[in-house]
């Protein structure tokens, strides 16, 4: 039974998209198969239709490489295991098969152009050209979550950037606030009891000639 555990090399997500391209993968291989049998019992040869066969093919082999990842990583040697599971692997691997299946719906659906279907092989043409872009659609989705997966991990390994501290000048300290200044010391307060307030002005006596306003008497 499939767990998350099991899982875990490929993710969700991506295992997904290779069940989706498997089945898509082998349904257009058929179709194009049958198609390919026709021609040359007809006489006649089509290279885009046999490098369609060929994509399917290819679909189908890279699809069951990760799909049977749960099952073999229990089974089979760890060390041949991590080899196929390395990112480079399934990315190329992933990549190429997206490549092909791209290539086969253009080149298919240019040689077959819109013609009007009477018989069932023109039918089966166009089937066939259309579940090629269904199976380069299931592939593009697990390339694209490869690369996300790539890119979260390469951005969680780049080192975090610290400040740099910034030298003192004589305008760094422009903004800081000025220390408060020292309240007035009340001499009448009980808090400075101890405290002897400064000496008030004593006048001084004037001389007894100046103090008098009336003249000696002879």
Same mark, same amino acid.
């Given at each position: ?5 099991? /899982?875990?090399?490929?993710? %969700? @997500?991506?295992?997904? &998209?290779? =069940? ?5 993968? !082998?349904? *257009? ?63 190329? /691997?992933?990549?190429?098969? %997206? @490549?092909?299946?791209? &290539?086969? =719906? ?5 040689? !077959?152009? *819109? ?104």
């Amino acid at each position: 039974m499939l767990s998350a555990a099991n /899982l875990r090399p490929v993710g %969700t @997500i991506r295992y997904l &998209a290779y =069940a989706a391209g498997f089945v898509l993968s !082998f349904i *257009t291989f058929v179709m194009w198969c049958y198609l390919v049998d026709f021609i040359d019992s007809a006489g006649g040869s089509s290279s885009e239709f046999n490098f369609a066969v060929f994509a399917g093919l290819f679909g189908i082999a890279a699809s069951l490489v990760y799909l049977l990842t749960p099952y073999l990583r229990n089974r089979m040697n760890s060390s041949v295991l991590d080899k196929i599971l390395q990112p480079v692997v399934e990315t190329v /691997l992933t990549g190429l098969a %997206t @490549i092909f299946w791209f &290539a086969a =719906a253009i080149a298919t659906a240019a040689a !077959f152009g *819109t013609p009007k279907c009477f018989f069932s092989q023109c039918h089966t043409t166009k089937a066939a050209i259309a579940f090629s872009w269904f199976s380069f659609a299931a592939f593009g989705v697990a390339l694209g979550f490869l690369v996300k997966e790539w890119l979260t991990n390469r951005n969680s390994l780049l080192p975090t950037s610290q400040p740099t501290p910034q030298p003192a000048t004589e305008f760094s300290n422009l903004g800081a606030e000025k220390p408060p200044e020292a309240a007035p010391v009340s001499y009448g307060d009980s808090s400075t009891a101890g405290v002897s307030p400064p000496p008030q002005h004593i006048p001084m006596p004037e001389p007894e000639h100046m103090s008098s306003s009336q003249p000696p008497r002879p």
